[in-house]
């Protein structure tokens, strides 16, 4: 397959009733994962990650058991299993998010997981309570397979740009509450207290996530009309949005405070990866140069024991 064969079109426009349902099923899931997970900075431990299947919590701990919840994209299934070796599955289909959050609990109560969660979305204006929405029910198999496809190609060339980063580094990860994926470097000095003001959000959730100096990145299903990448600074340094970055389909955005590259452009590109790693060094160094980090003991070659590596595999 072509590289640029591998990067699906999917305007957000053709699947906007879909991605909204989507998001809520991810937060519940999401949310299952944080009451059972134990706090890790940053709140680390409640997003997902992209599988060879679709989106999953992984192993989440349960008293002496573990358990894992996964929407399987290519089959559309809900699956969750437990290593007790007990399961449940249910199909994705065209359901309201009251019915799902009913079949999620139902499926977990069966396995004797108990979960209590705050049953009503996060980071969105309008906070419907799941078992109360009957609002989303949208559920488009082939777009919602596309959009797993996005993510994949995301997440693949991202986790490449992290891998030459040894400071703090998040992994490639989901978050359910704005439905983005991110991965975010750190200097390793304090941050100013973040002031919140995030929709159903509390305000102390944002002073943990933005506790420390950082550079983050990601891919979310808006801010263009294939989606859009994205990139910004805490605190935000003096003269980042008119940094020089790439490619030049790259903008700095006022309502969002971040740099904004569509994803149509990478899509487009004679070489995709080669697009978004021009935007995710360049937007980096826009924070790093500018507030002054300390790049040289950052950063380091992914490659530097090749030849030991491919020695030992062969």
């Given at each position: 397959?072509?590289?640029?064969?591998?990067w699906?079109?999917?305007?957000?426009?053709?699947?906007?009733?879909?991605?909204?349902?989507?998001?809520?099923?991810?937060?519940?899931?999401?949310?299952?994962?944080?009451?059972?997970?134990?706090?890790?900075?940053?709140?680390?431990?409640?997003?997902?990650?992209?599988?060879?299947?679709?989106?999953?919590?992984?192993?989440?701990?349960?008293?002496?058991?573990?358990?894992?919840?996964?929407?399987?994209?290519?089959?559309?299934?809900?699956?969750?299993?437990?290593?007790?070796?007990?399961?449940?599955?249910?199909?994705?289909?065209?359901?309201?998010?009251a019915?799902?959050y009913?079949?999620?609990?139902?499926?977990?109560?069966?396995?004797g997981?108990?979960?209590?969660?705050?049953?009503?979305?996060?980071?969105?204006?309008?906070?419907?309570?799941?078992?109360?929405?009957?609002?989303?029910?949208?559920?488009?198999p082939?777009?919602?397979?596309?959009?797993?496809?996005?993510?994949?190609?995301?997440?693949?060339?991202?986790?490449?740009?992290?891998?030459?980063?040894v400071?703090?580094?998040?992994?490639?990860?989901?978050?359910?509450?704005?439905?983005?994926?991110?991965?975010t470097?750190?200097?390793?000095?304090?941050?100013?207290?973040?002031?919140?003001?995030?929709?159903?959000?509390?305000?102390?959730?944002?002073?943990?996530?933005?506790?420390?100096?950082?550079s983050?990145?990601?891919?979310?299903?808006?801010g263009?009309?294939?989606?859009a990448?994205?990139?910004?600074?805490?605190?935000?340094?003096?003269?980042?949005?008119?940094?020089?970055?790439?490619?030049?389909?790259?903008?700095?955005?006022?309502?969002?405070?971040?740099?904004?590259?569509?994803?149509?452009?990478?899509?487009?590109s004679?070489?995709?990866?080669?697009?978004?790693?021009?935007?995710?060094?360049?937007?980096?160094?826009?924070?790093?140069?500018?507030?002054?980090?300390?790049?040289?003991?950052?950063?380091?070659?992914?490659?530097?024991?090749?030849?030991?590596?491919?020695?030992?595999?062969t």
């Amino acid at each position: 397959m072509a590289e640029r064969d591998a990067w699906p079109a999917l305007r957000v426009a053709d699947w906007t009733d879909t991605r909204d349902t989507v998001h809520m099923w991810t937060q519940i899931v999401g949310k299952v994962r944080l009451a059972h997970a134990p706090l890790l900075n940053h709140w680390w431990q409640v997003p997902l990650y992209v599988s060879p299947r679709g989106l999953t919590t992984s192993s989440v701990p349960y008293g002496s058991r573990c358990f894992d919840i996964e929407f399987d994209f290519v089959d559309h299934r809900l699956l969750i299993r437990s290593s007790d070796g007990a399961a449940r599955e249910f199909p994705l289909r065209a359901m309201p998010v009251a019915e799902f959050y009913d079949r999620t609990m139902s499926a977990l109560g069966e396995l004797g997981i108990e979960v209590p969660i705050q049953a009503k979305p996060n980071e969105v204006a309008e906070a419907i309570p799941f078992a109360e929405d009957t609002q989303h029910r949208s559920y488009d198999p082939d777009a919602v397979h596309q959009f797993w496809g996005q993510l994949i190609q995301a997440s693949r060339v991202i986790g490449d740009f992290r891998s030459h980063f040894v400071g703090k580094v998040s992994p490639v990860h989901y978050f359910w509450g704005s439905m983005d994926l991110a991965c975010t470097r750190f200097s390793g000095r304090r941050a100013p207290e973040h002031p919140g003001q995030v929709p159903n959000c509390g305000d102390w959730v944002m002073v943990e996530g933005y506790s420390h100096e950082l550079s983050s990145c990601g891919f979310w299903p808006g801010g263009g009309d294939e989606g859009a990448f994205y990139a910004y600074a805490y605190p935000e340094p003096e003269g980042f949005a008119g940094y020089p970055v790439g490619p030049s389909e790259t903008f700095y955005s006022q309502e969002f405070g971040q740099f904004l590259l569509p994803y149509e452009a990478v899509r487009t590109s004679s070489s995709p990866d080669r697009a978004l790693l021009e935007f995710l060094q360049s937007t980096y160094e826009a924070a790093a140069n500018l507030a002054g980090w300390d790049r040289a003991a950052l950063e380091e070659s992914p490659s530097r024991w090749s030849q030991h590596r491919h020695a030992h595999a062969t």
